[in-house]
């Protein structure tokens, strides 16, 4: 379907490789944060979603209320 995801901020323990396929509920790592201290948020995810070059809103992937589905747009 060419739905590429990316993962930002996650620690060092990655627990999937590049082009493993994830189902719901499962573990991809764990949140980190970010490596300036000066500016260092809180514990993070930077979660993105690609369709070809097309930036697509996550919240429609996660079931946000509030949201329509990407099935439900077309």
């Known amino acids: 379907n060419g739905i590429l995801t990316r993962y930002c901020s ?3 323990g990655l627990a999937v490789s590049v082009g493993d396929t994830v189902e719901k509920s499962t573990v991809i790592g764990a949140l980190g944060d970010t490596a300036d201290i000066e500016s260092s948020l809180p514990t993070h995810l930077h979660f993105e979603v690609l369709q070809g070059e097309k930036y697509l809103n996550p919240a429609e992937f996660l079931g ?3 949201t ?6 077309e």
């Open 64 to 66: 946000t209320p509030g």
């Open 68 to 73: 329509e589905s990407a099935s439900e747009t």
């Open 10 to 12: 996650l620690n060092s």
